[in-house]
């Protein structure tokens, strides 16, 4: 079974602070990992996909297969990032469904 | 940039009552995807479909859930006799063959009363 765990409900930091959205994963596999946004009202978007290791508007997630994490970090907070923010795994098989997590609120305060 | 589109953005039916949800995925996309989200959940994975038939469904989509590709751009998730407790926000998905990442999108507030 695959499961995405956010401990976090809400987390809420100050301009210019650093961000860490923490997820942990469990997959017997290797997974495909994703980093959704969703803006206010707006749809969900793709942030991050730990294969292309890019960084998204200054958003970084590494992936640790040791500590089955994959960690969203920001080393300043706008407020633009406020946000819905939700892990998401995909894992073996064609149709590679998303299993995500509960998603962490990022609440960026002046 | 292309975007997966939805209709209606909020549908509101009467228990026992069929409703039928729409979605264009994007044009070049040829794995497609029902997710729904009750209000304060997770979101989570209805069905998969890919060449013309279901790839993988949930424990959730049961026989009262039907999804078809009636022509070359429609996708749609039709839920024969709803329920109080399928009101939720439902999101269609769409991704390319050669990569795994999904695009979602705006989603339908379906309302039971």
């Known amino acids: 079974a695959q499961r995405v765990t956010q401990p976090e409900k809400l987390l809420s930091v100050f301009k210019g602070a650093p961000v860490e959205l923490k997820c942990n994963y469990s997959?017997?596999?290797?997974?495909?990992l994703f980093w959704y946004v969703q803006y206010s009202r707006q749809r969900l978007q793709l942030l991050l996909r730990?294969?292309s290791r890019e960084s998204i508007k200054g958003f970084t997630a590494d992936l640790n297969k040791g500590e089955t994490s994959f960690h969203l970090k920001k080393p300043f907070a706008q407020e633009e990032d406020s946000a819905m923010y939700y892990c998401?795994?995909?894992?073996?098989?064609?149709?590679?469904?998303?299993?995500f997590g509960t998603g962490t609120r990022l609440q960026v305060t002046l | 940039e292309p975007e997966v589109t939805q209709t209606p953005s909020h549908q509101v039916t009467q228990m026992g009552q069929e409703v039928i949800l729409r979605c264009v995925p994007i044009?070049?996309?040829?794995?497609f995807y029902w997710y729904r989200q009750i209000l304060g959940q997770k979101v989570e994975f209805l069905v998969s479909?890919?060449?013309?038939?279901?790839?993988?469904k949930s424990e959730i989509f049961d026989d009262q859930f039907s999804v078809e590709r009636p022509d070359g751009s429609n996708f749609t998730l039709k839920i024969r006799s709803t329920k109080l407790e399928d009101s939720a926000m439902y999101f269609c998905?769409?991704?390319?063959?050669?990569?795994?990442?999904?695009?979602f999108g705006p989603g339908t507030r379906l309302t039971v009363t």
């Open positions: 998401a795994l995909s894992g073996a098989g064609t149709a590679s469904k998303l299993t």
């Open positions: 730990h294969i």
């Open positions: 479909f890919y060449n013309n038939e279901i790839s993988e």
């Open positions: 998905a769409s991704r390319r063959t050669s990569a795994y990442e999904q695009y």
């Open positions: 044009s070049n996309h040829l794995y």
């Open positions: 997959y017997s596999g290797s997974p495909e």
